[in-house]
């Protein structure tokens, strides 16, 4: 663990989330959920709702035209349906990080690439929904952190929509809660295309306290 930059603030819970696993808690107002790219090139699908009120959610729309690009970094703040913030990343060693590649998916492998019964991050959203009462009709275009998918100046994508990703070991991202917000994490299991460099890889997630 040699590659992990401790919080500067009180740490509140603290879980490494295998490799393929999905993991969901409540962050509190003013919070902060910092999640570790442990070894590098690992991508980490993320969706966030309100935590009282769940039907208002993450919204791409809304988080794009706010930050007037197409990658996440420091500085930038999910928005809701509502155009409310969730979360604001206030520290982040990355940058870039994806907000049209969306998740994959059991049906979305067979689609793209022949596979058939391999589940993807849609099924472990599912999965880690499931206690808050969320489903299917919960899940939105999410934000994928660490993840390379390049748009071309013709708008066009490369040929495998995601590319290894950049991330280093070490990676984190610092998520502060705007208010009391459900935040849904995949890590990744996708070996069909590069965005793990065909090897998912152990992640770690930390909730602090900001001072």
């Not at 071309?152 to 991330?167: H, M, Q, Y």
């Not at 070490?170 to 849904?184: E, W």
Request: charge should be neutral.
């Amino acid at each position: 663990m040699e590659n992990v930059i401790q919080p500067p603030g009180p740490i509140l819970h603290e879980e490494t989330i295998p490799p393929g696993r999905p993991y969901a808690s409540v962050i509190k107002r003013q919070q902060v959920l910092r999640i570790v790219d442990l070894e590098g090139q690992q991508g980490v699908d993320f969706l966030c709702y309100n935590a009282k009120r769940p039907e208002e959610r993450y919204h791409a729309p809304n988080t794009l035209k706010a930050a007037k690009t197409l990658r996440m970094g420091k500085g930038h703040t999910l928005y809701s349906d509502e155009a409310r913030a969730l979360f604001t990343i206030v520290e982040d060693t990355h940058g870039g990080h994806d907000t049209i590649g969306g998740c994959c998916s059991a049906p979305s492998n067979a689609m793209l690439y022949g596979v058939k019964d391999c589940p993807g991050c849609r099924e472990n959203f599912l999965e880690a929904m499931a206690p808050f009462g969320l489903d299917r009709r919960d899940i939105v275009p999410n934000v994928n952190f660490f993840c390379n998918v390049p748009v071309f100046e013709n708008g066009a994508l490369a040929e495998t929509v995601f590319l290894p990703s950049r991330s280093r070991a070490g990676s984190f991202v610092d998520l502060r809660a705007d208010m009391d917000a459900l935040a849904v994490i995949s890590n990744c299991p996708q070996l069909n295309n590069p965005c793990n460099s065909g090897k998912p890889t152990v992640i770690k997630v930390f909730i602090w306290q900001r001072e």
